[in-house]
C-alpha cells in the first residue's frame, strides 16, 4: 500500500490540488449556498408536476401536462435505473455541492488526457486548468446549462480512451472509451455528443492515413475496432435514452414540417435562421486572447460605474436623471449596452486564455507530431462553422446535407471542443520544448515569433483599438435615430451619448488588451526559462498552472462569481404565487390550462408552469404541431376556438397602467373530454389548419382523412344526451367514464402523440386518432364503459432492458480490462 502511495503521490497532490481551488473558487457553498441560476429555475417550473408525483413515491411520469398542453418528459427529466451511467452521474452531481462535481469533471478528466499523453503531472495539471477554466466552461454553468457542462466534461476522457487504445492497451483503453462516451451520452445533450464526434472523426481519418502511410493498419484496425466495439456499448448503454429522443426528436420541431403552404418553415429540422441565431462574430474570435474586445457580457455593468464615459454624458446632457436609470432604460429599449456583437446577447466571450494563445501559437511552430495538423484543421473547420450566418458558405453546406446537423441552435457553442484542442496543442508545445529535441535558439526564436504575433495584436488594440474594430453595433445608427426621438429630437445629446457609450467600449477593449499583454509576458518569461534551463522543470510547470490559473480565474469571476450564490432556501422559494394563482390553484378540477398572457410572450417562459397546466412554457424541444398550432393559431391574433378546445379554462393578464394581475374564466372551455355532433375530413395538415382557424369544438371535429378508416359514420350517434368525464387523473394515466345510446366521435383535450400513448375501454385496447390537429379523439362504441389512455413507450421500456445488458456488458469490460492490465504489469515485473 505504501508503494503505491510513493508512486501515485503526485497525482494524489494534484487531485487535493484541485478540490481546493474548486472550494475557494466557490467558498460560498461552504456557507450552504447554491448558484442561481436561469435555466435551472427554469427546468424547476417545468418538472414541478413530474417532482410532485415522484414526492409521493411513485415513480416519475414519462408525460407532463405542464407546458404546451403535455409533452413527453424524455428532455425534462426521466428516470432510466436501469442504466448504469445514470448512477455515474448522480456521484458527480452529488459527492460535492453543486457546481463543484462539474468543475473536478472538467479539471479531472484534462488531468487524465494529459497523463495519458505522459505529460509532466505539474504540466498536465497546467493543462488541465486551462482548460477547465475558458470562460464558457464557467459560463454555462451560470446560466445553469447543468447537462451541456457535464457534456464538455467527459470530452478529455473520451479522447483519452481512445488514444490507449490506439496505442495498443486495447481492452482498457475501449473500456475506459465505453465508460466515458457512455456517462458522455447520459448527460444528455446530443448537441455537443455530436459536436465531438466531428472531432474524432477527423481524427481517426487523420490516424486511418497515417497509419496506411507507415504500413501500419493490421494495428490501426484492431484499434479501431476496440474502439467501434466500445462505442457500440456505449449506446447499448443508453439504449433508453437514445431511442426515445430519436422517436421524439422527430416529432418535435427538429423534425419534419407538417404543412406545406408556409415557405417559411423548413421541410425537416430546425429553420436555418433560428438554428443561426447564436453565431460567432468573425471578429469577436479575438476574443480568444482579449475578452473583452467586444464588450464582454451583454450587460450596463460598466456603463453605469460614475466614472465610465456613458454616465458623465447622461449627466452633462439629461440634468435631473438618474443616469443609472436613463442607462438601464436606453440599454433595454435601444440596445445600448457594452457588448457590440452581432449576437441577439451573450453571457461573455469565448477566452482561451493568454498565456494558452501564445503556446498554441508556439506549437504551430515547433510541435512536429501528426496531432498538430488534427488540432489545427479541425480548429479551423470548427471555428467557420461557429460563424453560422456570419460565414454561410462551410455552415450551409453542413446545415443542409450533413444528416443530424440541422437539428441544433446555437452554432456558436461548437467552439466548445476547440475550447479543448487548443489548450491540448499548447502543453503538446511546452513538453516538446522540454524534451530536448530542438536546438536552444531554434526555440528561444519560435516562442519570440509567438509573443510578437499575440502581443503585436495586443498591443495595437492597446494604443489604436479602432484601426480593426469600429466597436459600433449593425445597428448604431438606428440607436442613434431612437436615442434622438426619446430625448425630444436632441440630436446633439443623443450623438454625445453614443460618443460616450463607443468610447466605453473602446476602454474595455484597451484594459483588457493591456491585461493581455501582462499575462503574455509573463507566459513568455517562465517559458524562456524553462527552455534557457534559468528555471527548474518542476518550478517553470508550477508556474505557468499558477499564471495560467489567475489569468483563468480573474475572467471567470466576471461571468460566476460569489454573487451568483444565494441562500439555499431563497431558491426553494424562488416561485411566489401570485393572488391570481392562489385563485386558480384552489379549482380542483384535475386537467385544465392556463394561458399567461402577463409575462410577455407566453411561449418564451415556464414560470406559470410551476403553478398551473399551461397552454404556454418554454422549452427548446417541444412538438412540431404544437408549435405549428401556436404559429397560426396563437401568435399574430389568438384564436378562442382553439383556447376552448385546449380546455383553456383561465385567461391572465396584466393591467399596463396599475400592473395588477387579472384572471378570466373562459367560459367557452370546451372540458377535458366531449361528444361532437360531426366530423370534418381535411385532405392534409394545411386544410385541418385552416379549418381550425374558425370552428366549434365543442360541436365538430377536424379529422384527417387518413383516419376515416377508424370512423363508421354509419354506426355514429350524436353523443348529445350521453356523458363523458374524467375521473382520475396522472399525466400519463387517465381514467374516464361514459355513457352512450350510440356509437359516437369523443375529443380529449390531450395532445396527440402515438409513440406509447395506447387508449383502452374496459381493459382491452382500441384504436384512437388524431383531431383538430393536435388533440386525441376516437369512435366509442355505445353503452356505459370505463375509457383509460396509458402512456407506456416501447422505446422507453424496452431501451431500458437494453440499456441493463449494455451495463451489465460494461462492467465486465472495466472488470477484466484492468484484470488483464494488473496482470500484464505484475509480469512484467517478474521479467
Known sequence: MNNWFNKNGIHLAIIAFFVVICFAYFSPVLQGKAPQQGDVLQAKAMQKEIMDIKATGQKGPLWTNQMFGGMPAYQIWVQYPLNITTYGIDIIKG??????????????????????????????????????????NFIIIAAGHSNKALAIGFFAPILAGIILTLRGRYLVGASLTALFMALEIRSNHIQMTYYLFIALVIFGGIELYHAYKGKQLQAFGKAAAYVIAGLVLAVLVNAGTLWTTYEYGKETIRGKSNLTTDKAEPATGLDKAYAYQWSQGVGESFTFLIPNLYGGATSIDELVKPESNTYKAIEKNLAGVDPRQAIGYFAQNLGAQQYWGDKPGTSGPYYFGAIICLLFVFGLFIVKHRWKWWILGTSILLLFLSFGSNFPYISDIFFNYLPGYNKFRAVESILAVVGLLVPFLAILAIQEAQDGKYDQKYLVQRLTWSAAITGGFALIIAIIPTAFFSFTTSNQAQVVDALTQTLQNNRGAAEQINNALIADRVALARADALRTLLFLALGFGITWGLITKK?????????????????????????????????KSDLENHYQPRDVDTFISADKDPNFRVFDLSLGDPFKSAETSYFHKTVGGFHSARLKRFQELVDNQLTKSINQDVLDMLNTKYIITQDQQSGSYKMQRNSTACGNAWFVQSVQFAKNADEEMKAISSFDAKKEAIVDESYKNLID??????????????????????????????????????????????????????????????????????GNHKLEFIFHPTSYYAGEKISLAGSILLLAGLGFGFYSENKKKKKAVKA
Not at 537 to 547: C, E, I, P
Not at 751 to 778: C, H, Q, S, T
Open 535 to 567: 528555471l527548474g522543470m518542476q518550478l517553470a510547470f508550477g508556474l505557468l498552472a499558477f499564471v495560467i490559473l489567475i489569468d483563468m480565474w480573474q475572467v471567470d469571476r466576471r461571468y460566476l462569481s460569489n454573487q451568483n450564490f444565494v441562500n
Open 713 to 782: 359514420t354509419k354506426r355514429l350517434g350524436t353523443g348529445v344526451e350521453g356523458f363523458i368525464k374524467l375521473t382520475t387523473y396522472t399525466p400519463d394515466h387517465l381514467t374516464y367514464e361514459y355513457s352512450t345510446a350510440k356509437d359516437a366521435i369523443a375529443v380529449f383535450s390531450e395532445i396527440y402523440y402515438n409513440k406509447g400513448w395506447k387508449m383502452y375501454i374496459d381493459g382491452k385496447e382500441k384504436p384512437y386518432f388524431r383531431a383538430d390537429y393536435v388533440l386525441r379523439a376516437a369512435q366509442l362504441e355505445a
Open 95 to 136: 459527492v460535492f455541492p453543486d457546481p463543484l462535481g462539474t468543475v473536478l469533471l472538467y479539471l479531472l478528466g484534462a488531468y487524465l488526457l494529459f497523463c495519458v499523453l505522459k505529460i509532466n503531472p505539474w504540466l498536465a495539471a497546467a493543462g488541465a486548468i486551462a482548460f477547465a477554466f475558458t470562460s464558457y
